[in-house]
């Protein structure tokens, strides 16, 4: 059965009759809403099915399709490894949960709104599961175009400027990477992005081809200094656009680092470490601090994922598996968490209309099951043991601290920064004196919001508790790119201190006494 052309096609279809829906405004916002709501939960359904018959054991990407389409160019090839399992997962998870969020709030144009987000689920989809590095292209760039309309058609007041800056920012630096595509193509014979993998490109040509990557995943990352499009876009999109964003679009970027980056240009991503590092560790520190001063909870928390994403960046270029699992767990963590954190604040958001820190307070009292919830996610972002975040930045900073102890070092100010402006938030928002009566006559969570907000919870837990489960179907493949890594010279990291013995080149233990 093609499960996974079924999963990128059923919601094109679904969108396309939605937009032809009979019926005045309000019957077809009615119809729209409860057939995108059946669509996401059966592409749920196909997505655990996906999991409970993925084969953890191998790295070999499994629910295999090929159909040529303009060969040799262009081909219909699927397969997913874990790692594009666990990020489809993720998708799948979210989807049906920002149709519920949407559901009382967006009041305008209902049948066209569910559309975007069903187009986007099929192209998220279709990204990770792609294993032709053109029909990658198309899918991780067509997400492009439905998050484009969510922001600049049901966006806030300077929608049309943060849906342009989000539209340019993230196209400009892929033009550079379809040109590498092409010389890749060319030079190896295939588009397969599995035999890319394993095509050992001369070590002059890496360095250029990992910079025209670079300046795509960068952006999508987003990383420091190109992530000032990702403060705008998360303010103006409705709480659904910003969960999708923070959830899964945030991850494309960690996606095309590891798999392409990392298995295909091995030697420029050892040489070009201190590149990352150093925007990783400027990230954490500065955008931490631009955190601590914000007085709109959305961009407090689109700042966060900035610095939260310096994490993963800071593991996939710690080149070992400690870092590489970590940096896979905390975009999953970071997915349901921040996502999360969006959330609560579109509940309020509903109530009052305001996004100002300023304007709430006392919420513990007024609104005690929200306030809750609020403090879980809190903490899961700050990185509290036994919640998602903690297992992912402890295996990051013990994968990091192989390869840059200033870096680790640098990475955990970071963990103390977030608990800071995280703390700060909650302070202000759950015990801060009520800013007015519109503030203390605010409702407590409805049973639609508990239904939103409860699996997330549980989803959050479970990833704390039992990590395993999550990462069990990634490590073949994590360990198959650590392969490719494994040999290649290090370059010198200037940072580095004298806590534990500097490494110039990573070694597999078998090749150790042979090497020298």
Same mark, same amino acid.
């Given at each position: 059965m093609p499960i996974l052309s079924i999963m990128i096609l059923l919601p094109v279809v679904a969108a396309l009759v939605l937009l032809t829906l009979p019926g005045d405004a309000d019957?077809?916002?009615g119809r729209a809403r409860v057939a995108a709501l059946a669509t996401t939960l059966v592409e749920l359904l196909a997505g655990l099915w996906l999991w409970a018959?993925? &084969?953890?054991?191998?790295?070999? /990407?499994? /629910?295999? $399709? !090929?159909?040529?389409? /303009?060969?040799?160019?262009?081909?219909?090839?699927?397969?997913? &490894?874990?790692?594009?399992? *666990?990020?489809?997962?993720?998708?799948?998870?979210? #989807?049906?949960?920002?149709?519920?969020?949407?559901? $009382?709030?967006?009041?305008?144009?209902? =049948?066209?709104? #569910?559309?975007?987000?069903?187009? *986007?689920?099929?192209?998220m989809i279709g990204t990770f599961a792609a294993r032709d590095i053109f029909l990658f292209y198309l899918f991780f760039e067509g997400g492009l175009i439905p998050m484009f309309l969510i922001i600049g058609i049901w966006g806030g007041a300077r929608r049309i400027y943060a849906s342009y800056? /989000?539209?340019?920012?993230?196209?400009?630096?892929?033009?550079?990477?379809?040109?590498?595509?092409l010389w890749m193509v060319g030079f190896a014979g295939s588009t397969d992005i599995g035999v890319l993998a394993r095509t050992d490109f001369p070590k002059e040509a890496q360095f250029w081809l990992f910079l025209a990557f670079f300046a795509s995943f960068a952006v999508k990352m987003p990383m420091w200094p190109v992530h000032t499009w990702l403060p705008d876009a998360h303010v103006e999109a409705p709480t659904a656009g910003s969960v999708i964003l923070a959830g899964v679009l945030l991850k494309l970027g960690g996606y095309g680092f590891i798999r392409f980056s990392l298995p295909m240009f091995p030697d420029a991503s050892a040489q070009l470490i201190w590149l990352v590092f150093g925007l990783s560790m400027v990230a954490v520190v500065y955008t931490s601090l631009v955190a601590l001063v914000q007085h709109d909870m959305k961009k407090l928390i689109a700042y966060s994922s900035v610095a939260h994403m310096a994490f993963v960046t800071g593991g996939l270029f710690a080149l070992n598996t400690q870092?590489?699992?970590? %940096? #896979?767990?905390?975009?999953?963590?970071?997915?349901?968490?921040?996502?999360?954190?969006?959330?609560?604040?579109?509940?309020?958001? &509903?109530?009052?209309?305001?996004?100002?820190i300023g304007r709430y307070g006392g919420l513990a009292d007024t609104? =005690?099951?929200? %306030?809750?919830?609020?403090?879980?996610?809190? #903490? @899961?972002?700050?990185?509290?043991?036994?919640?998602s975040g903690f297992v992912a930045e402890f295996l990051v900073l013990l994968g990091l601290y192989q390869t840059s102890t200033w870096a680790t070092f640098v990475l955990t100010t970071g963990i103390i920064l977030g608990?800071?402006?995280?703390?700060?938030?909650? @302070?202000?928002?759950?015990?801060?004196? @009520?800013?007015? $009566? &519109?503030?203390?006559? *605010?409702?407590?969570?409805?049973?639609?919001?508990?239904?939103?907000?409860? =699996?997330i919870v549980a989803a959050t837990l479970w990833m704390g508790i039992y990590p395993k489960s999550f990462m069990a179907p990634m490590q =073949?493949?994590? @360990?198959?790119?650590? !392969?490719?890594?494994?040999?290649?010279?290090?370059?010198?990291v200037p940072t580095d201190m004298t806590l534990s013995p500097a490494r110039p080149a990573l070694i597999a233990p078998a090749h150790a006494a042979e090497a020298h």
């Open positions: 019957e077809r916002a018959e993925f &084969d953890p054991s191998t790295a070999a /990407f499994q /629910f295999a $399709e !090929a159909l040529p389409l /303009f060969g040799p160019y262009l081909t219909w090839s699927l397969g997913i &490894d874990g790692i594009a399992l *666990m990020l489809i997962e993720l998708s799948v998870f979210l #989807m049906p949960l920002c149709i519920l969020a949407s559901w $009382e709030s967006v009041k305008t144009r209902v =049948p066209e709104y #569910m559309a975007a987000f069903l187009l *986007m689920e099929s192209l800056k /989000f539209f340019l920012y993230t196209l400009l630096g892929s033009v550079l990477m379809l040109v590498a595509m870092g590489l699992e970590g %940096a #896979m767990l905390m975009m999953l963590s970071h997915g349901l968490v921040s996502g999360a954190l969006f959330l609560c604040v579109g509940v309020i958001y &509903d109530r009052l209309h305001t996004r100002e609104m =005690p099951k929200y %306030a809750l919830v609020l403090l879980f996610f809190t #903490m @899961a972002s700050v990185g509290l043991p036994a919640t608990a800071a402006y995280m703390l700060w938030l909650y @302070a202000r928002v759950a015990y801060g004196k @009520a800013a007015g $009566e &519109d503030t203390r006559a *605010m409702p407590d969570l409805s049973l639609r919001e508990v239904a939103i907000l409860a =699996p =073949p493949a994590i @360990a198959e790119v650590v !392969a490719r890594l494994e040999g290649r010279e290090l370059a010198t």
